[in-house]
């Protein structure tokens, strides 16, 4: 049954059936050809997940995102960042860098960041007369680090597959995001100096800047704020997103004052949407998942690999290895609620925790958001740099060194991860 | 994608959708966001909290997704893998567009007959302070997977004619509604 599945939903994704809808035939087809599973489990399997109170906290924390990145705060965090960074070697890239993981803060969504940090720094960039494949390619990588520093919705999602804490999580996602941000900002300096490419020269605004740090603190009290509030129970996982969309509300319309019935109208659409596409892939994944585990295919894996590979370091490298060529196909919340079953009882086996599990996950399978063939940040951003996908991808492999660096010490140095 | 040219505006069945959607957004997401904060708030303030704070925002969410998965739809936004598809030609990619949106249709037209058959078990469920029937929530479900195959069935027929709504991201395949979307990732 598992092989059906995995057949039917590689034909209906290569015909471009969107994936919730190709998770969803895949699992009909499962139910079709099999008498022992009633197509009413699968609709409860479905049901039940939009009967979850922590998943509540998505379309707060998108509302959260949507409200902050679409105003003044955007303008003020670039601004502070370019008069801090943008004259240095591979400055501009940095900015993109520095700006991606502040905005990690107030987002939980790599798609989001890369959009509004594009549309905000490409111009300047062309103007600089900067590479515009190297800039698309800095920014598709530095849009990830959106996912692993709190508040991260792939984290949220691998906490309710695997039972561990929201709290626990992104707390550990904290240094690995900051590793990834000196990483990539490294490798801007680098092929900067290397490539002598262009960097700002305009003298700063003393006034501005005062101005642009004023209003750009929220961005860093944010995420501050969402880990102190879970590591010390003040609220739950759901409460504290409401309160960060209350904060942002407060925010926009008392500091930016740029909140309109406009821009909260288009925030609400904007975040139920984004809430919209990424519910129906876990809903499609839940019963995808449930068939799986009636198979027994997690089971069996977990068994093959501990009769099969005996150390440790071969364990969580066959699982880095899977979770990146699987990474490059699978849409990454489908990818996170269907390896996470699979992957639990095999880091379990070897003495790893779900913490550390779930970081190396997330890690992981944002490299496949800027890998082909199905890179999303990577479309995103060279759509706007108006450069070829190829061209953006021949400008990645710094970026791919220090990604593949700070996965390999998530996976092998527990002590990377906060706790 | 270039297997159809023409634009057309949406249709008075697709504007409708995107009302209620909009409204369905609105309504719940304004109503979770008030008794969830007035609850944490309340429970910070007095050391009381509302018994049923927990339980009408969990009511409500399946609306709020429904109407995002709604809306998502008609606006092409559910993320798929079009690189293939692109490499066809226009003529046959017309037809394989067609072919997944009828198939679409079709599971979706399942899902809605096995949801349909479970109204009557699950309506004896009831929430525990509320006492609402759990058949509400698999009807919202229902309902949102009677428009998903609706509109489905809409871009079969808009994919046949080769024309595009006015709003769509690109045209033609499912694929191609919403491949660089995703706002989860």
Redesign the interface.
Known sequence: MSVLILLVFLG??????????AL??AA?AAAATNDRVP??L???Q??AQ????P??A???F??TGSLMMGGRLGQAIVGVLTALVGRWHGGPAQVSVLSSTMFGGVS?????DASAIGSLLMPWHRRLGYPMAFSAASLACAATID?IIPPS??LI?YALSSNASIAALFYAGILPGLMLCVGFMAACWWVGKRRNLPRETAPADRAKFRRDLLLSLPAVALPVLIVVFLRFGI?TP??VA??A??FSAVVSALLYRDLSLKRL?QA??????????????IMASAAIGWLLTFDQMPQNIAQWVQHNVSTRWMVILLMNVMMLFLGM?L???AAVLLLTPVFLPLAQAIGMDAVQLGLMMVVNLAIG?YTP??G??L??TS?LARVKVGQTVRELWPFYIVALTVLGIVSYVPASILR | MSTATAVVGRNAFERAVVLA??AV??LT?CV??VI??T??LLRYASGSSLQWA?EV??LL??W?????????AE?G?????????DAVGAGLRRH??V??WL??AA?YA??VR??W??LEIVHDERSPILQVPGSV??AC?MVGMVLIAALALLAAWRAWRGVRASDDAQEG?????????????
Request: glycine share 6%; net charge negative; with cysteine.
């Open positions: 209906a994704a290569a015909l471009a059936v969107p994936v919730a809808h969803l035939l009909l197509l009413d699968l609709v409860q479905m049901v939009v009967q979850s109170f998943l509540i998505i379309p707060f998108m509302l939980g969504s790599a798609v989001a996912i919705i792939p999602l609220a759901t409460e409401v309160l969309a209350l109208h609400i659409l904007e975040a139920g949407l984004a809430t919209g596409v990424v519910l129906l892939v196909f849409d990454l919340p958001l063939p199905v999303t940040t479309f995103i759509a | 959607c909009g957004l609105w997401t979770i966001f969830l904060a609850n944490t927990n925002p969990e969410f399946p709020l997704v429904m109407a995002g998965v709604v809306l998502a606006k936004a559910h993320i798929a893998t079009v690189f293939l598809v394989i567009a072919a997944s198939g679409v599971l399942v899902l096995a949801t058959g479970m929530t698999y479900v395949t499912p694929a191609a509604q919403g491949s660089a979307q995703g706002s989860a990732q």
